[in-house]
T-cell receptor
Framework: AQRVTQPEKLLSVFKGAPVELKCNYS??????LFWYVQYSRQRLQLLLR??SRESIKGFTADLNKGETSFHLKKPFAQEEDSAMYYC????????????FGRGTQLTVWP | GAGVSQSPSNKVTEKGKDVELRCDPI?????LYWYRQSLGQGLEFLIY????????KSGLPSDRFSAERTGGSVSTLTIQRTQQEDSAVYLC????????????FGPGTRLTVT
């Protein structure tokens, strides 16, 4: 069963436009959610996690338990934001193991 | 400091052959993970080691896949009798501890089974 859903495989926006990458999860317990990013020819790396409630590179993500969502947002996209973004879920019952979505390839046009 | 390293970076093998993929985690990290990244499938969990505890092997797709971690450090993922569907990028990650600690990923090994 797909526990993390990223409905958009590809997303394109112009520089300066707002961007939202969607993520929905399936888990009845208390989830811990993450966004990982993979820039071209680089390693997968953590972008942000919901418990930190921080903004990284202008990105924020709010956990909405009612809608079981953890969408990633940035008000003004930059060209350097172009990358593959993965939403990931950590379930309390399976310590350490991350459940990843299938990823969204974001392209920011100049 | 050095990050997670993996070797080889690329491996081409013939169907039916065995392959071994190696992962060197960040020194001091107690948790080590293997994932598989296939086109269109995203990242699929394979196996996870935490300290001296029994590994979580629940993600291994078949009994042709096995992994070990020696001395709490280096890990080897072995695929026996490779099949074409095993072609993927195999990623290793490590974290200081398991729960809720950032996982640091290696560059991956691209496996192609011909």
């Amino acid at each position: 069963a797909q526990r993390v859903t990223q409905p958009e495989k590809l997303l394109s926006v112009f520089k300066g436009a707002p961007v939202e990458l969607k993520c929905n999860y399936s888990y009845s317990g208390s989830p811990e959610l993450f966004w990982y990013v993979q820039y071209s020819r680089q390693r997968l790396q953590l972008l942000l996690r919901h418990i930190s409630r921080e903004s990284i590179k202008g990105f924020t993500a709010d956990l909405n338990k009612g809608e079981t969502s953890f969408h990633l947002k940035k008000p003004f996209a930059q060209e350097e934001d172009s990358a593959m973004y993965y939403c990931a879920l950590l379930r309390g019952s399976t310590l350490g193991r991350l459940y990843f979505g299938r990823g969204t390839q974001l392209t920011v046009w100049p | 400091g050095a990050g997670v390293s993996q070797s080889p970076s690329n491996k081409v093998t013939e169907k039916g052959k065995d392959v071994e993929l190696r992962c060197d985690p960040i020194s001091g990290h107690t948790a080590l993970y293997w994932y598989r990244q296939s086109l269109g499938q995203g990242l699929e969990f394979l196996i996870y080691f935490q300290g001296n505890s029994a590994p979580d092997k629940s993600g291994l797709p078949s009994d042709r896949f096995s992994a070990e971690r020696t001395g709490g450090s280096v890990s080897t993922l072995t695929i026996q009798r490779t099949q074409q569907e095993d072609s993927a990028v195999y990623l290793c990650a490590s974290s200081l501890f398991s729960h809720n600690y950032e996982q640091y990923f290696g560059p991956g090994t691209r496996l192609t089974v011909t």
